[in-house]
């Protein structure tokens, strides 16, 4: 494989937002020529897939704007300036379901978009789980859900899980019951 | 579940680009107050696991501005206006790797961050493989890999697929060779 990059000549930034700013960056290429690339710069998020110790998986429905339709998700959240991605797993899954977890290891990092965005998403396997009380943000309105292991399969198989984090994580843990 | 939504009060656009827009909604949430989201529309994308009659996944290695590093991704591009997804994965596989797939389907279709785009991926599998020339676009600058499934397996394992779409691809390839 042939590694290149891809200097930036020029950068204009175009916004900055409540979550995202907007850059479109002047490139040199390979060849010499230029280009532009659009860039959102994103802070960052967690996402926690948990299994309880009666084997149920929380997940959390919320209407989503961007894609103007409520989504069943694992519980996930945006990292705060400075925080390490394991305090932001732990805080999210307590604010959105009330549990606390005794065993938070990640099991996969990746960029959600890479073609246009920088978000990269650490996913989290939640286990030893006590139940509490949740606690969501102001201008959050989400209900959440218990599910079976064989429910989760079953609705990713028919391809009901539209976020990609969600079908990713369920995937993953899957993949680990099977081995 | 409750089901609500968050009409738009006010839209504002911030910026019309060369594949994203960007906009700024003023909502209404369930309990009378208002917020605004930040919402990047995409036009759809497509990506496309294919596997050759030998067992090998052509996988294309690029240099990513968004995450300033080289990504190796499965096969994948946006939509045109218009394309429907299954025309756009055979052109994209065809772009890229140089493959013509006889067997081509949808095995997933998901929103890639949905707290701040409508991007959706359509991804399918593509067997019956017949090698000929690739063709790129003048400002991409990519390389082809064909990995056995035992050396992608390994590589998800550690973690080494740092593009979503494509650790989702390879998972529901292996849960597919498993069942």
Same mark, same amino acid.
């Given at each position: ?6 200097? &930036?000549?020029?950068?204009? &930034? %175009?916004?900055?937002?409540? %979550? ?13 020529? +230029?280009?532009? $690339?659009?860039?959102?710069?994103? @802070?960052?998020?967690?996402?926690v897939i948990g299994i309880t110790d009666d084997g149920k998986i929380p997940l ?14 694992i519980p ?7 925080? /390490?991605?394991? +305090?932001? #797993?732990?805080?999210?899954l307590q604010? /959105?379901t009330g549990y606390r977890s005794a065993h938070l290891?990640?099991?996969?990092? =990746?960029? +959600?978009?890479?073609?246009? #965005? ?7 396997l939640a286990s030893g789980l006590q139940a509490g @009380?949740?606690? &969501? /943000?102001?201008?959050? =309105?989400?209900?959440v859900e218990e599910w079976t292991l064989s429910e989760v ?14 079908? =990713?994580? %369920?995937?993953?843990l899957?993949? $680990?019951? %099977?081995?």
């Amino acid at each position: 494989m042939s590694v290149h990059d891809e200097p &930036t000549l020029n950068k204009e &930034t %175009i916004y900055e937002g409540k %979550i995202i700013d907007v850059e479109l960056h002047e490139v040199e290429l390979p060849n010499g020529k +230029t280009s532009t $690339r659009e860039v959102v710069k994103h @802070p960052g998020a967690v996402a926690v897939i948990g299994i309880t110790d009666d084997g149920k998986i929380p997940l959390v429905s919320q209407y989503r704007k961007a894609t103007e339709e409520m989504l069943l998700e694992i519980p996930a959240g945006k990292r705060e300036k400075g925080e /390490e991605p394991k +305090t932001t #797993a732990e805080r999210e899954l307590q604010e /959105e379901t009330g549990y606390r977890s005794a065993h938070l290891r990640e099991i996969a990092q =990746f960029y +959600t978009s890479p073609g246009f #965005a920088d978000e990269l998403i650490s996913v989290y396997l939640a286990s030893g789980l006590q139940a509490g @009380p949740a606690q &969501t /943000e102001a201008d959050e =309105f989400l209900s959440v859900e218990e599910w079976t292991l064989s429910e989760v399969r079953a609705a990713l198989l028919e391809g009901s899980f539209r976020d990609a984090k969600t079908a =990713f994580a %369920i995937q993953s843990l899957l993949i $680990r019951e %099977i081995e």
